[in-house]
C-alpha cells in the first residue's frame, strides 16, 4: 500500500520540476529579450543654436517615444543578429566606381564613388564623405542601405575603404588603417574637393569613423572648407576605457570583444 502511494506522488513531483523549469525559461526570455525595460524618448544633449533648432524641427523622430517592434524589439543582441541576417539577402547593391590613390608611403587607399540618382532638394551639389566602422569597408550591408538612401535624395558618396579592410585589395605597404590614422580619408576628401570644385561636404562618420572624420577636421582649420556639417554615429570617445568595458561580461560585452578581435586577426593574417 506505501508503495502505491508513494509512485502516485510521482507525477505532482515531475510536474512541479516541468513548471520550474517553464518558469525558469520564461525569465530568460524576459531577462534577455528586455521586456520589462520602459521605452521612453531618447535623451538630447545639445546646445542651443539655430542649427540644433533646426534639426529639431526637420527631424521630429528625435523627441518622440521609440516604439520597438513586439517581443524581439528591445533586445540590442537580437536586432544586430537579425539585421546581420536580414542585411545580406535584403540590402540594396548600389554600383560606384573605384578609385585608387597612391600614398606618399606607397600605400595604395581605396574608395567607391557613388553618383547620385536623383536632384537634391535644394537643387545644389552635395557629396557624403563617408568614413565606415572599424574594419569595414564601402560592401558592407549598413553602408549600402545608407549610400542607396542618400543616392535616391540627390548626394553623391564617396566611401574610404579602410586600409586592409577589402579581402581583394592588398597591402603595397607595411601598414594597415588605425585607430587614428586620417591620411587615407584627407586624401579621399582632397579627391572630391578637386574632381568636384563646385560640391559642398557632408562628412559622416560610423563608430571608429566617427572618430577618424572628428580628428580630421580638428587637425586643420583648412579641413573644414566646404564642410557644411559634421555627423558622427556611435562614436567611441575613449579607446582606454573602451578597451577596459569590453572585458567586462555584462551585457556580453566580452563576446562582441571577442568576435572584434576575432575579426581584426584574420584581417592581419590575411596579409601576412
Known amino acids: 500500500m506505501s508503495a ?14 516541468k513548471l520550474a523549469a517553464v518558469a525558469a525559461v520564461l525569465y530568460v526570455i524576459v531577462r534577455c529579450l528586455n521586456l520589462k525595460s520602459p521605452t521612453a524618448p531618447p535623451e538630447l544633449i545639445y546646445q542651443d543654436s539655430a542649427l540644433a533648432r533646426f534639426l529639431l524641427k526637420s527631424c521630429p523622430l528625435l523627441t518622440k517615444e521609440y516604439i520597438p517592434p513586439l517581443i524581439w524589439g528591445k533586445s540590442g543582441h537580437i536586432q544586430t543578429a537579425l539585421y546581420g541576417k536580414m542585411g545580406r539577402v535584403r540590402s540594396p547593391h548600389p554600383h560606384g566606381l573605384r578609385k585608387y590613390l597612391t600614398m606618399p608611403d606607397g600605400a595604395t587607399a581605396t574608395f567607391d564613388l557613388f553618383e547620385p540618382r536623383s536632384e537634391h532638394c535644394t537643387g545644389e551639389d ?18 549600402r542601405t545608407f549610400v542607396d538612401y542618400a543616392q535616391k535624395n540627390g548626394y553623391r558618396c564617396a566611401v ?3 586600409l ?10 607595411p601598414r594597415m588603417f588605425t585607430y587614428g590614422c586620417t591620411w587615407e580619408f584627407g586624401a579621399m576628401v582632397n579627391y572630391i574637393k578637386k574632381t568636384y570644385p563646385q560640391t559642398q561636404l557632408v562628412v559622416v562618420g560610423f563608430s ?20 557644411l556639417c559634421c555627423v558622427s554615429l556611435c562614436q ?5 576605457r ?3 568595458t569590453f572585458m567586462q561580461w555584462d551585457h556580453c560585452r566580452r563576446f562582441y570583444n571577442f568576435l572584434m578581435a576575432d575579426n581584426m586577426k584574420k584581417i592581419i593574417l590575411s596579409h601576412r
Open 4 to 17: 502505491i502511494l508513494e509512485t502516485s506522488e510521482l507525477p505532482a513531483v515531475f510536474d512541479g520540476v
Open 126 to 143: 552635395v557629396t557624403m564623405v563617408i568614413c565606415p566602422g572599424i574594419a569595414n569597408h564601402s560592401e558592407k550591408q549598413y553602408i
Open 160 to 162: 574610404l575603404n579602410h
Open 164 to 173: 586592409g579592410a577589402l579581402p581583394n585589395i592588398e597591402l603595397t605597404s
Open 208 to 227: 571608429l569613423g566617427g572618430n577618424i572624420v572628428c580628428k580630421y577636421l580638428g587637425e586643420n582649420q583648412a579641413n573644414q572648407e566646404r564642410v
Open 236 to 240: 567611441g570617445y575613449s579607446a582606454l
Open 242 to 244: 573602451a578597451q577596459e
